[in-house]
């Protein structure tokens, strides 16, 4: 199955500075790459996605990046705010059906 | 309102002891899946389903077994729970599975201890 790999575990940012999360998979067959974020005692939520037909998104303070042929995709928050502090999840599925998650990084932002 | 419940919230059991924690989704979905969320783990998958009567397992099935006879409910069975399933389980569904790629909805997650 695939492999799902995910840095830094944590990050801490001030205010205002950006933050970078790094995912890397094993299945080059993957073509849908989720984002979620979860914050304290909360249920994950999705925040952004991109599929493999796209090298980037943006939603307003946040971007997803694709790299195919490294197999590697990234989470970019731009102009960080208190609220953007939880933990941030990606997953890769080929199937639609079975995602594979990694491990998790957890966002601190210091005001 | 639109939603994905689970029950019981919490659980505390013992070994061997059968249960069943409940998922339900009015939002008429065809897709839910189980996952367990462990520290340093992240999110892992136990199964999923794709409508009803449609079930398959992810990547961690092991102890496990679901049904899906209502599209609104995906029951999460464990027939003799062992210490190792001690988690933070999440019940998700989407409009679809398969190509569609839909965003994923969780439930608010089941603490569960077994002893």
């Known amino acids: 199955g695939e492999n799902v790999e995910q840095h830094p575990s944590t990050l801490s940012v001030q205010e205002g500075d950006s933050a970078v999360i790094k995912c890397t998979y094993s299945d080059s067959a993957s073509n849908y790459f989720p984002w979620y974020k979860q914050e304290l005692g909360k249920r994950p939520q999705l925040i952004i996605d991109i599929r493999s037909n796209v090298g980037e998104k943006k939603d307003q303070r946040i971007a997803v990046t694709l790299n195919k042929t490294a197999k590697h995709f990234s989470l970019h928050i731009t102009e960080t705010q208190p609220e953007d502090s939880a933990v941030y999840f990606c997953a890769a599925t080929y199937t639609g059906n079975q995602f594979y998650f990694g491990t998790g990084t957890s966002l601190t932002v210091i005001p | 309102e639109a939603q994905v419940t689970q029950n019981p919230r919490y659980l505390i059991t013992v070994t061997g002891k059968k249960l069943t924690v409940t998922c339900s989704q009015n939002m008429n979905h065809e897709y839910m899946s189980w996952y367990r969320q462990d520290p340093g783990l992240g999110l892992r998958q136990i199964y999923y389903s794709m409508n009803v009567e449609v079930t398959d397992k992810g990547d961690v099935p092991e102890g496990y077994k679901v049904s899906r006879k209502e599209k609104r409910n995906f029951p999460l069975i464990l027939e003799s729970p062992s210490p190792n399933q001690t988690s933070l389980y999440f019940c998700?569904?989407?409009?679809?599975?398969?190509?569609?790629?839909?965003?994923?909805?969780f439930g608010p997650g089941t603490r569960l201890t077994v002893l």
């Open positions: 998700a569904s989407s409009p679809q599975g398969g190509g569609y790629y839909n965003e994923q909805f």
